[in-house]
C-alpha cells in the first residue's frame, strides 16, 4: 500500500510517519536538554571544588600573612633592642674617649675649652665640605682625642718653657703614636675614627708632618680637619712662646704662611672652605669661652 493510500479509518499513513518524526525530534530535544543539564551540573561541581580550594588557599595566606607579621614584630624589637644596646655601646665608648682627653689636659698646657672649641671646628669644617650631620657629630666627639698620646710623654718635656733639645722634639712627635696604640684593638667606628686622629692631626700635606710623614690623601680627611682646627685654636691662644693672635692674624698666617706655617701644609680644598667660612671659626672661639 501506498503511503499516501488512505487506511481503513480514513487516517493517512503519512500523519503516523509525520507523527513518529516529531516524536523523535522531541526526544532528541529532550536528551540535548539533559546533556546539557549533566554538562552543567559537572561545571558546577568543579566550580564548588576549585572555590572551596581557594578558600584554603586564601586562608593558608592569610596565616602566613600573620605569620609574617608576628615575624615582622619580633623583627622590628630585635632591632629596637641592638640599637639601644649599640647606643649605650657607642655611649659608652664617647664616654671613655671624653676622660681619656680630660685626662691628657693634665698632662699639657691645653685647656677645657680649647678642646671644646676644636670639636666644634672640626664639625663646623666637616659639614662644609659636605659631611652628613651623623658623620660631623662623630668628629666633634672624638677630635678631643688628638693629643691623648701626650699621656705617654715625660712631664718635664711638656712643661719646658725654653727650646727643645732635638731628643725632646723626638719625644713629643712620638706622641700620635702612642695615642694610636692606646685607642687600638677596638671594634667601635667611634674609637677608629679617635685612633685615626690620634695618629694623624700632626700630619701635612705637603709631606713635612709626623709621626709618618704622609702626603695628600694619604692622610685620612680626619686628620686633615683636626690639623687645622687645632692650628687655628693654638694661633688664637696664648702659650708661655706666644701670645695669642686675633682672628684676623690668624687667617693670615693660615691662608697666606709666615716662618713657621705655610699654605702647602693643608689639604687645599679645606683651605678654600676655611677661606669662605673662617667667620664660624671666629664664632666658635667668642662663644666658648676658657674655663
Request: charged residues 25%; aromatic residues 6%.
Amino acid at each position: 500500500m501506498s503511503k499516501d493510500t488512505p487506511r481503513e479509518d480514513g487516517i493517512s499513513p503519512s500523519f503516523f510517519m509525520a507523527h513518529s518524526k516529531a516524536e523523535g525530534s522531541q526526544g532528541s530535544a529532550a536528551g540535548k536538554l539533559q546533556a546539557a543539564r549533566s554538562q552543567l551540573m559537572a561545571y558546577a561541581k568543579d566550580l564548588r571544588q576549585m572555590l572551596e580550594q581557594e578558600g584554603q588557599k586564601t586562608q593558608l595566606l592569610k596565616k602566613a600573612h600573620a605569620q609574617m607579621l608576628a615575624y615582622a614584630r619580633d623583627l622590628k624589637r630585635s632591632l629596637e633592642a641592638e640599637q639601644l644596646k649599640n647606643g649605650e655601646l657607642e655611649q659608652a665608648y664617647a664616654d671613655t674617649i671624653l676622660r681619656l682627653a680630660r685626662a691628657s689636659r693634665y698632662k699639657d698646657e691645653e685647656t677645657g675649652a680649647h678642646i671644646e672649641r676644636l670639636s666644634h671646628y672640626s664639625q663646623s669644617l666637616a659639614l662644609a665640605i659636605g659631611w652628613d650631620r651623623p658623620r660631623a657629630r662623630c668628629l666633634f666627639a672624638v677630635a678631643p682625642m688628638h693629643d691623648v698620646g701626650k699621656i705617654g710623654v715625660p712631664d718635664a718635656v711638656l712643661g719646658k718653657h725654653g727650646p727643645l733639645t732635638e731628643e725632646e722634639w723626638q719625644s713629643i712627635k712620638q706622641h700620635p703614636l702612642l695615642g694610636a696604640s692606646l685607642l687600638d684593638g677596638s671594634t667601635s667606628p667611634l674609637l677608629e675614627m679617635a685612633k685615626e686622629v690620634a695618629l694623624t692631626h700632626h700630619e701635612r700635606w705637603d709631606g713635612s708632618g709626623y709621626p709618618r710623614g704622609l702626603k695628600g690623601t694619604q692622610i685620612p680627611i680626619t686628620g686633615r680637619i683636626v690639623m687645622l682646627g687645632d692650628l687655628y685654636d693654638a694661633l688664637r691662644s696664648q702659650r708661655p712662646y706666644k701670645p695669642a693672635f686675633t682672628h684676623e692674624k690668624t687667617c693670615d698666617i693660615i691662608l697666606n704662611g709666615n716662618d713657621r706655617t705655610k699654605p702647602t701644609h693643608f689639604d687645599p680644598h679645606l683651605l678654600e672652605v676655611f677661606r669662605e667660612t673662617h667667620q664660624d671659626f671666629d664664632g666658635i672661639y667668642s662663644t666658648v669661652a676658657e674655663i
